[in-house]
């Protein structure tokens, strides 16, 4: 798109009302943080059936963000975004009112295939509206809404066990203060529900369902009366090709899956592999686990969600300038060395009544190792990764693309999240960052090969 005549404060606008899905996204994933006491001891379940009440919300989000892509294509983006809207506000009343392990899994389930297929719409929605050369800024707007939604989630968390006097203890109404933190989510829920309402239909998937004239009617509010025939046209010139409604076997060429796909699975793959969900999900519980309170714990989440955020926005301000590819490489570097530096501090603890001890110096060498590492994920992979998904494919095969990708990188969050309370109690703190460590490493050599850079390329040129 040509920068004359765009209505820039409408595109933020309806850019912002689709990243609260993203902050959606961050909240439900970092809630869990604050709430595993609890869920132990309310349900009873040991560290096997706490690990799956964590990841239990991943299955959800495999298949949300599997099916939306391939229902986008069918229905419509902001169609999509308004079902999983109210499949959040159902998830955050359920969880906290769950009294089995059962029912507590059906909601978190609920709740993740709203988050999923937030994760994949949202990017794409926003890659759809924006500007090319405005379209790498607004779309890591949907990291910033993440890393706000679990920075959002862990300092409610904190406040709530702080009221409270811990998360099991109970709060308002006679109910523990860890069914509240899933509650609060109702409000910002609501709110997203609300606001979609407001904005318009995906220009691009209008005009894929043949649909010009509502078209040309969102253009001209979104680029100008100049520009929207022009728009319409290249749009239309880019499916000509290929004009018939998109089906998975469009991911296929001469009997192979095309380049562009696994390049989507190895960028969704490689962002869950460095083990950044552990931080997320289990934070309060690796930093007790090292000799911290739970109070300390829930700190320092918060702490790491605000140098998340200032990563994030310093990724925003130079995606659109120096790139793709540049960031993601400073990011795969940057995330092993401080990966393999908070292997070695724990491998420097020892045992003592079933906790890892650490000396007072590598338990401060540990920490700010692993706030280093956040803020490279946050400065790259983080944000990187769902602009490139948003964008890199061609207009025929996004949604079905974005389907293929979103499955493997809820699937990989789900193995790992799963396989962390094993990994901890069978080959300790240490071998698991290490591994970690190692899909870092690996990571250097897939962007060095692997990525093409799409800074400044409009939709329509991509291709697969």
């Known amino acids: 798109m040509a920068q004359a005549g765009h209505n820039l404060p409408l595109i933020i606008a309806t850019s912002c009302v689709a990243t609260l899905g993203g902050f959606l996204f961050g909240f439900d994933s970092g809630v869990i943080n604050g709430t595993i006491d609890g869920l132990q001891s309310a349900f009873n379940s040991n560290s096997i059936g706490t690990g799956f009440n964590v990841a239990s919300m991943l299955l959800g989000c495999a298949i949300g963000a599997f099916f939306a892509g391939v229902l986008a294509d069918k229905f419509g983006r902001r169609t999509l975004l308004i079902v999983s809207a109210l499949f959040f506000i159902v998830s955050a009343w359920g969880s906290g009112i769950a009294d089995t392990g059962s029912w507590f899994i059906l909601y978190r389930v609920l709740g993740g295939l709203a988050v999923g297929a937030a994760s994949v719409m949202a990017p794409a929605y926003i890659s759809e509206i924006a500007p090319s050369e405005y379209r790498g800024r607004l779309s890591s707007v949907q990291q910033v809404a993440i890393i706000c939604g ?6 409610s968390n904190y406040l709530l066990a702080d ?40 220009p ?29 046209q290249e749009i239309s010139d880019s499916l000509a090709d290929d004009h018939h409604a998109p089906r998975l076997s469009d991911l296929f060429q001469a009997g192979k899956v095309r380049r562009i796909v696994w390049i989507g699975i190895g960028l969704a793959t490689f962002q869950q592999l460095v083990g950044i969900n552990v931080v997320f999900y289990y934070g309060s519980v690796l930093w007790q686990s090292v000799g911290f309170s739970e109070n300390d714990a829930l ?21 659109d300038r120096i790139g793709r590819k540049p960031l993601l490489m400073i990011g795969s570097i940057g995330m092993a060395a401080t990966l393999a530096v908070v292997a ?28 280093t590492y956040v803020v490279f994920f946050n ?13 890199m494919f061609p207009n025929q ?13 809820w699937g990989s969050n789900f193995a790992v999240t799963m396989t962390f309370p094993y990994m901890l109690a069978g080959i300790g703190l240490a071998a698991t960052y290490g591994i970690y460590a190692f899909f870092a490493t690996l990571s250097i ?17 991509m291709r697969g």
């Open 445 to 461: 050599w897939f962007v060095a090969s692997m990525i093409r850079e799409t800074r400044g390329i409009s939709l329509e040129d």
């Open 299 to 319: 700190q320092i989440n918060v702490l790491s969600g605000l140098l998340s955020i200032g990563a994030v926005v310093a990724a925003l301000l130079l995606i």
């Open 397 to 409: 095969i996004r949604g079905t693309g974005l389907a293929v990708s979103g499955l493997f990188q």
């Open 379 to 391: 400065f790259s992979w983080g944000p990187v990764m769902w602009v490139m998904l948003g964008e």
């Open 204 to 232: 691009r998937y209008l005009v894929l369902t043949g649909q010009q004239d509502k078209a040309r009617q969102v253009l001209d509010r979104l680029a100008g009366t100049d520009q929207a025939p022009k728009l319409i």
């Open 150 to 155: 679990l920075s959002a989630a862990f300092f």
């Open 344 to 371: 070695y501090a724990f491998a420097t603890g020892s045992l003592q009544n079933g906790t890892l001890q650490l000396s007072d110096q590598m338990g401060v060498v540990a920490l700010i190792a692993a706030n």
């Open 163 to 202: 009221a409270a006097g811990g998360s099991k203890a109970v709060f308002w109404l006679g109910y523990e203060a860890w069914r509240w933190m899933f509650w609060i989510e109702l409000v910002p829920a609501a709110l997203f529900a609300i606001t979609l309402l407001l904005i318009s239909e995906s």
